[in-house]
């Protein structure tokens, strides 16, 4: 938020340099982000003085040139060469001096240097209005008048305004500080605190009066709960036109463009006060009454960003008496019904809409407004009436207007002030510091905080409306400490501090896989679990049934909670593949959310995402593509370190993978992975392959707490290892070979292990060769030959038996 120093000095008479006064806004929770120098006049004039033209010569080599003779104030007359039709003899003129910077239509600046102009020299420029910035005629020179002395600068004769813009990074809560009053009010307060007493001058509407009552409209609320107080007057007999300089200047300053006296007096008093307003052009009004209400859902509007908008049935909507839509209360007003040039009575509102419904228009319709972000944030329901006032002067004064109406105010149920007690000795507990009582007190008052009674152990207090925030003793407690400075209260140089011992299961558990996968080259990530609700739509076993899905989402792009970790993933992986980050390893600890009719489900997981070249390229190394078999014997790995093994594997039934397994422990699904598919990727621009897997993190946890590892002494009897070739039919997998080895061999079976894969010339159509290893060993004895070679031949027999194996 935008604060201009000049303006807040129209409230407190201050005269602290900028840098200062933002340290203390800084300390009093106002925190400034930047300090912007802001000129009315860019270049501020510099280097420009009022000259006398002497003579005016036409120019020997140019018939559209003259050869001036200009007096600067100095007693030493130069020589210009101007081109202006509208030079004469006598005139006071506005002069750029060589060295003087002046700045184009798009900002850009150009220096003034002595040089020649068709063979005679020109020591200067005189100016046209708009190559000083102050208009757009370019039709001739600016003529002054007769009674300004030559010599005077320019920034004297044309009121040349610095101003210093604090940038405020406020916070949600503070919808008291959104307007330079209420910056004002809080900056007195600090500054009483600091012994500094200001008065905080606000604007006077004594003035204020009806000039005839020949103009009315009547006012028609139909949801005082939507609408809990509206104000509105009619103006007459307005011309719109630019506004006064002071207020350009004063918009100009924190950042809007002013367009005519109506509109910016109405957006002067909401960056004054905080209490936006609207002008409706009256003619526009049909039957001479507002009626604020909901329309029917899908009503179309246009709005004044000539943009047609479907309306919701929530949306509070400012009509007339046929029910014709005019503005969309509280944050964007109609293309036809606002204030024109040719418009010369309006209908001025103040009002306080409901905050909740305002944040969900604007949300709904994707518009952000100065309007809609004060009345989202909650703003002082008691100003309504007085911000109307303040612009019915100012409009009386700049646009000739007559105010010939009463003030239409609906406000049927009256917001008491809020009642809080404060203890004297919760706030020492709090803030770790005895306060005087008296300290206490004085800030209570600067911040306009009444001091209903008294005891000995604390103080019952009036809360004023505008202190939205301030609901609780904590809140109050806060307020004392902000103004009294963080930076007074003492703290001890000893630390403190007790040593704990996590004994979590799961805490350690979690800490062990993630040690294994970081050691394997992963990153973790920590996605939102926020997503958009079209994700649903990439797999068919996401149903929208499930969503869980926000009631006032920041954009649709975070409408609901997440159904699978996979898509928030994705959008990592997709933005590192964006910036050459190709060869990528993430895993992720987070929640899925679930809602079953009316029952609500979170489940954690871990997942897994792989793709690109399983290591960096080196000179010594060679890439390789990360694939499905590698994304296996990682899971394999960690599911080994838990002490699970002996793991069931059959196809996914997962619609997010063209091919993957599940592993189950008994009928205990541990996880899902596989390749993504292709149609999925290419939502997320995704080229290259990506493994998936889906890791039930709360079924492992349940299980791995069962595993006991067991600790045992390295044999002394060495192991014997033998090699077996197969000519196997192509249809049989390893994992069968795997499990009959061990069911033909249970006590001296050890190891089994395939080392060599190959089908091709000299192998049988229909067949394949494996290359297999077994590791033999006895625990209590060295194993003999005969032994072995009765085991390797049980082996054998069962592989040709059950197998259909060949020995090569």
């Known amino acids: 938020m935008k604060i201009s120093y000049n303006w807040l000095q129209q409230f407190l008479q201050i005269d602290w340099d900028a840098t200062k006064t933002g340290e203390l806004l800084t300390d009093l929770g106002l925190e400034v982000e930047g300090i912007e120098t802001k000129e009315s006049i860019k270049g501020s004039l510099k280097g420009i003085v009022v000259g006398k033209v002497l003579t005016c010569e036409q120019h020997p080599n140019a018939d559209r040139l003259k050869v001036t003779t200009v007096d600067l104030g100095d007693g030493k007359p130069v020589q210009i060469v101007c081109g202006a039709p509208n030079v004469a003899a006598g005139q006071k003129v506005p002069v750029a001096t060589i060295g003087t910077l002046l700045y184009d239509d798009k900002g850009e600046s150009f220096k ?77 307060a600090g500054l009483i605190q600091q012994e500094n007493q200001l008065e905080l001058i606000s604007p006077s509407i004594s003035n204020f009066h009806v000039a005839e009552r020949t103009l009315r409209f009547d006012v028609d609320v139909e949801d005082k709960d939507l609408v809990p107080r509206y104000c509105g007057i009619a103006i007459t007999d307005i011309i719109v036109k630019d506004s006064p300089e002071w207020i350009q200047n004063r918009l100009k300053a924190i950042g809007l463009t002013p367009k005519n006296n109506i509109v910016d007096i109405t957006n002067y008093v909401l960056h004054e006060l905080g209490q936006p307003l609207h002008a409706f052009d009256a003619q526009q009004i049909k039957g001479n009454k507002v009626v604020v209400k909901t329309l029917a859902e899908g009503t179309k509007f ?12 929530e949306d509070i909507m400012i009509c007339d008496a046929e029910d014709n839509p005019l503005c969309i209360a509280g944050v964007f007003g109609g293309l036809d019904s606002g204030v024109s040039k040719n418009t010369n009575s309006i209908f001025l509102e103040s009002a306080y809409f409901n905050p909740v419904s305002i944040r969900k228009t604007a949300k709904r319709h994707a518009l952000n407004t100065d309007a809609s972000f004060r009345f989202e944030r909650g703003i002082d329901i008691n100003l309504t009436k007085y911000a109307l006032k303040r612009a019915a002067l100012l409009i009386e004064e700049y646009a000739g207007g007559k105010i010939t109406s009463d003030i239409s105010d609906f406000y049927p149920i009256k917001i008491e002030d809020f009642q809080v007690f404060f203890s004297y000795e919760n706030a020492y507990r709090l803030i770790g510091q005895e306060i005087p009582k008296d300290t206490i007190k004085n800030i209570l008052a600067s911040l306009e905080i009444k001091i209903n009674s008294e005891t000995e152990g604390g103080l019952g207090l009036t809360i004023p409306s505008y202190r939205t925030d301030v609901q609780r003793e904590a809140d109050i407690i806060e307020e004392v400490l902000r103004v009294y400075g ?106 899925s959310y679930h809602k079953y009719a009316e029952k609500y489900q979170e489940d954690k997981h871990l997942a897994l995402f792989i793709t690109g070249n399983k290591t960096k390229s080196s000179w010594n190394s060679t890439s390789k593509l990360s694939d499905f078999f590698y994304t296996k014997g990682i899971l394999t790995a960690l599911f080994e370190r838990l002490g699970m093994n002996s793991l069931k ?58 595993k006991q590892i067991k600790v045992k002494d390295l044999s002394k009897f060495p192991s014997v290892k033998r090699d077996l070739a197969l000519l196997i039919p192509v249809k049989t997998t390893f994992k069968e070979i795997y499990n009959l080895a061990f069911q033909t061999e249970r006590k001296l079976l050890k190891e089994v292990d395939l080392f060599d894969v190959y089908e091709g010339e000299n192998v049988p159509e229909g067949k394949k060769s494996y290359a297999i290893s077994f590791v033999l060993q006895d625990e209590n004895k060295t194993l003999e030959d005969k032994q072995i070679d009765k085991i390797m031949q049980k082996l054998q027999g069962n592989f040709e038996k059950n197998l259909e194996a060949v020995l090569r």
């Not at 102009?117 to 102050?134: Q, T, Y």
């Not at 246009?302 to 049935?313: G, H, N």
């Not at 390749?675 to 946890?701: C, P, R, S």
């Open 486 to 591: 963080y930076n007074n209260i003492e703290f001890s140089h000893k630390l403190n501090t007790s040593i704990s011992f996590d004994s979590n299961t799961e805490t350690k558990i979690e800490n062990i896989i993630s040690d294994q996968l970081s050691t394997l080259g992963f990153n973790e990530i920590m996605s939102n679990s926020l997503t958009k609700a079209s994700y649903i739509n990439y797999a068919e076993d996401l149903d929208e049934s499930f969503n869980v899905a926000m009631l006032n989402p920041l954009s649709t792009d975070l409408g609901v909670l997440r159904q699978s970790l996979l898509f928030s993933g994705l959008e990592s992986i997709s933005y590192n593949l964006n910036r050459k980050n190709t060869a990528l390893k993430f895993y992720e600890f987070g929640k």
């Open 112 to 188: 003034i240097k002595k040089g020649k102009i068709r063979g005679e020299e020109s020591h200067g420029m005189i100016c046209a209005e708009d190559e000083l910035g102050l208009g757009t005629s370019h039709d001739g020179i600016m003529v002054l008048e007769d009674s300004i002395k030559e010599g005077s600068l320019g920034a004297d004769v044309f009121n040349v305004e610095i101003d210093h813009v604090f940038e405020i990074g406020l916070t949600p809560n503070r919808s008291d500080a959104m307007s330079h009053f209420g910056v004002a009010r809080d900056l007195r």
């Open 649 to 706: 594997s059959t196809p996914t039934k997962s619609a997010l993978f063209s091919e993957g397994l599940t592993f189950s422990l008994g009928k205990t699904k541990l996880v899902e992975f596989g390749t993504v598919k292709k149609t999925i990727l290419k939502e997320f621009g995704i080229k290259q392959e990506v493994l998936f897997a889906d890791l039930n993190w709360e079924n492992i946890l349940k299980l791995s707490s069962k």
């Open 302 to 313: 246009i709005t004044l960003d000539e943009v047609e908008r479907s309306l919701s049935s």
